[in-house]
């Protein structure tokens, strides 16, 4: 089955630095990615659409220049969260599609946590 | 717009049958996924439905009808471990934008 890698799992950081999360499927190309958050015992809440090459597009409620989002290859995405404060703990999953299929696969998540 | 809904909490017996449903409302649907997620984990893939009509897999079976934007999850011979939340999420448009509903939580009692 395809794999998604997501690293890195647990980051502990102060108040106002950003943090960097990546997202890569390993074994297959992925043009489109999503990114997710989930607070405890809630269910996804879909963040934003990263598409390959363009901008990505950002659900309602969601800042883009806090969450800055890069998908620069077929394989790679990024999630930055930037000035982070405590509000901003979260999980955060990133999810991609198979090039040529509908089926999603997910990453093992990021669990984020600012002092 | 787009709308989709589950229950949120469920309670059924071990070695019982459970039938979780969805209804969603969007444009340019593509098709219909469920997911399994343990807490502090990675949703894992169980189904996904673009045709009408019920797929079965093992234990698990999975619904959907196009024209009353309804989907439903059955799970047979209930185990402990199928304690877990279930997501439907639904394909929609051309970007294949996925978005998830606010969960099930199976409680499995003895």
């Known amino acids: 089955g395809a794999v998604v890698s997501q690293h890195p799992s647990r980051v502990i950081c102060k108040s106002g630095t950003s943090v960097k999360i990546e997202c890569r499927s390993l074994d297959f190309q992925a043009t489109t990615m999503f990114w997710y958050r989930q607070f405890p015992k809630k269910s996804l809440m879909l963040m934003a659409t990263?598409?390959?090459?363009?901008?990505?597009?950002?659900e309602q409620g969601v800042e883009k220049d806090k969450f800055l989002i890069n998908h620069a290859s077929l394989t790679l995405s990024t999630l930055t969260v930037t000035s982070a404060h405590p509000e901003d703990s979260s999980f955060y999953i990133c999810s991609a599609i198979r090039q040529g299929t509908e089926k999603l696969f997910f990453g093992s998540g990021t669990q984020l946590s600012v002092l | 717009g787009q709308n989709i809904d589950q229950p949120t909490e469920m309670t059924a017996t071990e070695g019982a049958i459970v039938q979780i449903n969805c209804t969603y409302q969007?444009?340019?649907?593509?098709?219909l996924f469920w997911y399994q997620q343990h807490a502090g984990e990675a949703p894992t893939f169980l189904s996904y439905?673009?045709?009408?009509g019920l797929e079965e897999k093992g234990r698990f079976s999975s619904f959907l009808s196009r024209s009353k934007g309804y989907s439903y999850l059955l799970l047979k011979e209930l185990q402990m471990k199928d304690s877990a939340s279930y997501l439907c999420a639904m394909n929609s448009g051309g970007y294949q934008k996925v978005t998830f509903g606010t969960g099930t939580k199976l409680q499995v009692i003895p």
């Open positions: 439905n673009v045709l009408d």
């Open positions: 969007t444009s340019g649907f593509n098709g």
């Open positions: 990263s598409n390959e090459g363009s901008k990505a597009t950002y």
